[in-house]
């Protein structure tokens, strides 16, 4: 079985390649494929991969290229992880945002609807590769804002495509570590949309423990429960993920973000450019020990600020510079998308039953959304295929914010096949975060302005 990464030189990457090597056996595994365009920093992260698969003593082959096609000849599953535009691009969507003193963040909002304009495109590019010489591989689109991207692929026709977020399983991981479980014995019921999803169950072998776990104020700070105050945990009474702070906190997540000297994209890009210089100074060939432990550091530090002006325990940018990092491997990290996507891949290859959260075609599961619409959603997933649960009605507080974001990402996948700039003011001004026409439009225009190069000419 042959596995392609599209943004094999992610920074990412490597984790990507822990994940694969540890169900090697289980899934089949010959081949993994590690494809970007950017030549350089492929080589860089490359060489650390190749360090992951002999650390493993691994028989599974690494590839490397720049060319798509051969990325793509016989592979069995894709992974698609890229940001056109880069850390930049990232910047810019940022920036642009918090210059009118609205959410500056790189998947919710203005910025990811900036962000999805650049990376439907290009997914739609590999998505269509796929169709001519892999038509059976499936894709799993980690390309952010993963639930309008794959919403998008799917209205353009594209069938074997699933969302993965690693954030969408948040209540069984956390539930699990808590309680010292295996993950497996943990069962929730997800429902909503990419970065905006609730659980109404987490049951454990079979009994409900949401209530309990809802109570309990050392699980919530232990879990990333804890950017919400327990007053307002106990009023909506339902597991929110995380990223339901820039709803529900919108005035002060923008106040906090605007009160930091850097954005998370500018740390982000200072970040990465540091562990490039210092791979291509060390030269991970001659001394694999000294490279990995820049990795491995590298991905300390980029943890800890997660989020952190939401988070009660979370430090300053500087505070995290002036720290130290072991620079140790961490084999009991989370593994991220990788996992959710590998987990699919586990249940397609060997036939058991795997329960998951990603994001798939509505199909009827949710009542209040459409046959076509991409949730967020629990899943069983087995060798026939991946099965969303019946969830029905959902609560109105619930229903009203996730129509109101789905109305947005109607419009915005439409925008973006279209090249409609009259519909993508449209579309922003839907958004719940916007709310306003002439915002909206000013949004736009200051978008397509900054991404021209990637985005070309709207009419």
Known sequence: MKLTLIGGAGIRAPLVIQSALKRAEKIHLDEICLMDIDAHQLELIGKICQLTVKQAASAVRL?????????????????????????????????????HRVLGQETTGPGGFAMAMRSIPAIRYYAALMQEICPKAYMFNFTNPAGLVTQALRDSGFEKIVGICDGANGAQHSAARYLQVPPESVRTRVFGLNHLSWS????????????????????????????????????????????????????????????????????????????IDMLSEIDPERYPEEASRAYWAYNERRGVTYMSYARPDGISMEEADRSSYSGAADEAASEGYAGVALRIVEAFE??????????????????????????????????????????GKVPEAQELLMRSVKQYERLASEAILTRSRRKAYMALMAHPLVMSYSLARTLVDEYLDAHREFVGEWN
């Open 350 to 391: 060997s036939g058991e039953n795997v329960h998951i959260a990603v994001n798939v075609p509505n199909n009827g599961a949710i009542a209040c959304m459409r046959n076509e619409d991409v949730v967020e959603i629990s899943c069983d997933v087995d060798k026939e295929g991946i099965h969303p649960l019946q969830i």
């Open 63 to 99: 590839s490397f290229t720049t060319d798509a096609r051969k990325a793509l000849e016989g592979a069995d599953y894709v992974i698609t992880t890229i940001r056109v535009g880069k850390e930049k691009g990232r910047v810019l969507d940022e920036r642009i945002a918090l210059a």
């Open 200 to 275: 109404d169950s987490i049951q454990v072998n079979g009994k409900e423990m949401l209530p309990r776990l809802l109570a309990d104020e050392a699980f919530l700070k232990s879990s990333d429960m804890r950017v919400f105050e327990p007053s307002l945990v106990r009023e909506i009474g339902l597991w929110m993920n995380e990223y339901l702070y820039y709803y529900y906190y919108a005035d002060q997540a923008v106040h906090s973000i605007l009160a930091e000297r850097r954005t998370r994209g500018e740390e982000i890009m200072e970040l990465n450019k540091n562990l």
